[in-house]
């Protein structure tokens, strides 16, 4: 088994779950009730808040904020000063003008499946879902529900095409109503199941 690493300038839980091989850098925050898959890698002033889940071979990048309720499956970027959140109407008190405590407010919860990536800067509002394989341009903002492979962009983000699992955009081609999407880098061929999510397809 690999060792964990955690820098000695990071704030660990005790009660956080870190995978063997994750490294953990320089003034992470880690809170409890996390759960870090293996061979991870956390990077400098990243902030994971309570309840957040991660997979396997995951990248976080600097300064990015993971708050309460995100879930990332295997192999997903994140990367550097991107923001996931967690409240469509924030607010700091109650409206008798109390402050706001923890059950005051409902946390939604992010979804970003296997091998999607968010570019550096990027904005997630709370209660939705970025497809498998997925590309978030930088600086976006994403307000809905992203199909995978798609590649997303602008605030708010929109679908402006697909993406290969190797990150190259695809091109469509087909006729007679048969539309196929084609990787000029390795030649993988995707088809669109009736999901509006694109699928390896074998033919």
């Not at 956080?16 to 990077?43: L, V």
Request: glycine share 12%; net charge neutral.
């Amino acid at each position: 088994m690999s060792e964990i690493y955690i820098h000695p300038t990071a704030v660990v839980s005790e009660h956080a779950i870190i995978g063997d091989g994750t490294k953990i850098w320089m003034s992470a925050q880690i809170r409890e009730d996390t759960r870090i898959g293996r061979n991870c890698i956390i990077g400098r002033n990243v902030y994971i808040e309570n309840g957040v889940t991660l997979g396997d071979n995951c990248k976080v990048q600097n300064n990015a904020l993971l708050y309460h309720h995100a879930i990332l499956e295997d192999g997903v970027f994140i990367g550097p000063g991107v923001i996931l959140t967690n409240d469509k109407t924030p607010r700091a008190v109650n409206p008798d003008g109390t402050l706001k405590g923890a059950a005051d407010w409902h946390a939604g919860k992010i979804f970003i499946r296997c091998g999607a990536s968010v570019g550096a800067g990027s904005v997630v509002l709370t209660d939705l879902e970025i497809g498998a394989w997925a590309l978030i341009a930088a600086g976006s903002v994403v307000t809905r529900n992203v199909p995978a492979h798609a590649l997303a962009l602008g605030t708010p983000a929109r679908v402006v095409g697909y993406v290969c699992k190797c990150g190259e955009r695809l091109q469509a081609h087909g006729a007679n109503g048969e539309r196929i999407w084609l990787c000029a880098r390795d030649g993988s061929r995707y088809r669109m199941n009736s999901q509006g999510d694109l699928r390896i397809s074998n033919a």
